[in-house]
């Protein structure tokens, strides 16, 4: 039997200079890969389409955070806590650019 994947949570920030916030996160069935049955995809895009910053759990890579064209192992305590703190570092980065 398959389980479908089931959308928690979507959120799409478009910025007036042409920056992009998304985050999703999917319920799924806990699995090696996915002990906590959850996926997600946290990304921060310039206007240019480059990713800024990135957090995720892809297939096979485990929880990751994406910075500067670096991929680096994240640590993962719950989805809030990760989608809080991404929120601050992407508060930081547009900080930082102005």
Known sequence: MTHKAVLLFHEKVEYADGDIV???AWAVAPSPAKPEGIKYSLVYTGKDGTRILGYDNAEGKGH????????????FTN????IERFGQEVAHLRRRMT
């Open 22 to 24: 998304e985050v999703k």
């Open 64 to 75: 990751h955070k994406h910075l500067g064209g670096r991929e680096s192992p994240s640590e």
């Open 79 to 82: 989805i809030e806590r990760l």
